[in-house]
């Protein structure tokens, strides 16, 4: 809790911490010191001294050197993989065609990369965390199932953990953009939303056997990311899909197949989007509708189609006070909240109901990888 609230308001001082958490100030300065001596926390600078006087506050502030995790997005077509400091400040990045090999070796040969270009900065690395297409037990490690990959019930997290003696993670693509906007607003305390995910899979790609747009939706509520009773919430089709059809939606092959190129067939696909959308949105109730990918890069056309041809949807969005809102459509981004995951999980409080299996990012372990870390160094 004390570290959260460091995460959340650089700059705040003991006092503030044990007046918001209700806590006695002995037991702030015992946790603060801990933090200190392990090199996660550090003493910034004197505040304004209170109005009747007394010690001026130290305020204190997360270093940015205590450790860093690696961001890893695997698609068919291709990779994106990023470091980031616990402030979300990228060290390292990269975007790149598939290696040659096996699911396996394209993760390793990925890593090492990453492991390499981490050589030149001396900040200990405390995770992997890789965000892929399909159903993903987040919880335990498991790829469920990836139809792009032709994987099913593979335990991802077990695989590589021993490996690189670190945590390793794997999440959905469009469940590591909500833990990107969680991080991203951790601020302003948004908790319930959904993020719409929208990227053209190439013809090209190695894996895979179906080309045009993919759709993945993220969901928030109360501050973590739903994953469903099967892990598989998020998962999209829309209102015109039927069971015969083979993709997310019952557009014909001539639409979903020029989306790219042609205006016309991009407005189709977006008021069938959204059309399915205005239920969802509706039944549940988010604060926020945040639109990643293709949504974003396009969102001139988007907001002007969805003028047109789905008023619903804003009238919608204006009866719910919901917000939509595009993001800055960074092709870093999934790569960027699968590292920002392990951050959240690690400042955040565990649930009651939480088994030891489901402690993702433990305070300790921290501890000893960014110690031994620095002393590599």
């Known amino acids: 809790m004390v570290a959260q609230l460091l995460w959340r308001n650089p700059g705040i001082s ?104 981490l050589k030149e900065f001396s900040v200990p690395l405390l995770a992997i965390c890789v965000g892929v297409p399909g159903i993903v037990d987040m919880s335990n490690g498991i790829i469920v ?79 973590s990311v739903f994953s469903g009773s099967k892990n598989a919430a998020g998962e999209f089709v829309s209102l015109s899909w039927r069971k015969e059809g083979t993709g997310q939606t019952g557009l014909p092959p001539s639409v979903m197949g020029s989306l790219e190129t042609d205006a016309a067939a991009f407005e189709e696909w977006v008021v069938d989007l959204f059309s399915s959308l205005v239920p969802v949105v509706s039944v549940l109730d988010p604060e926020t509708v945040f639109a990643h990918g293709e949504l974003a890069r396009r969102a001139t056309d988007v907001s002007s189609i969805l003028e047109r041809r789905v008023p619903q949807f804003g009238a919608l ?15 870093l981004s999934v790569a960027t909240g699968s590292a920002q995951m392990f951050f959240l999980h690690l400042f955040s409080v565990p649930a009651a109901s939480d088994n030891a299996n489901q402690i993702l990012a433990d305070w300790d372990a921290v501890f000893r990888m960014s110690i031994s870390g620095r002393q590599a160094q």
């Open 317 to 331: 969005l204006d009866r719910s006070a919901c917000a939509f809102t595009f993001s800055n459509s960074s092709t």
């Open 145 to 223: 199932k990836s139809d792009p990959f032709h994987l099913q019930d593979y335990a991802f997290a077990k695989s590589f953990s021993a490996k690189y003696h670190v945590p390793v993670m794997v999440e959905n693509d469009a469940n590591c953009l909500a833990w990107l906007e969680l991080a991203n607003n951790r601020g302003d305390n948004i908790k319930d939303f959904i993020c719409v995910n929208a990227e053209y899979q190439s013809k090209e790609a190695r894996y895979g056997d179906r080309s045009g747009m993919s759709v993945g939706l993220g969901v928030a509520f109360g501050g």
């Open 14 to 117: 003991r006092v503030e911490i044990a007046r918001q958490l209700d806590l006695y100030r002995s037991t702030v300065s015992n946790i603060i010191n801990t933090l200190i001596e392990n090199g996660v926390v550090f003493e910034e600078k004197e505040g304004i001294a209170m109005p009747q006087g007394g010690r001026k506050p130290i305020c204190l502030g997360l270093n940015p050197n205590f450790g860093c995790v690696a961001g890893i997005e695997i698609q068919p077509s291709g990779y994106h993989a990023v470091v980031i400091d616990v402030f979300g400040t990228a060290l390292f990045s990269a975007e790149k065609p598939l290696p040659e090999g096996s699911f396996p070796e394209i993760i390793d040969l990925t890593i090492v990369e990453i492991l390499a270009a």
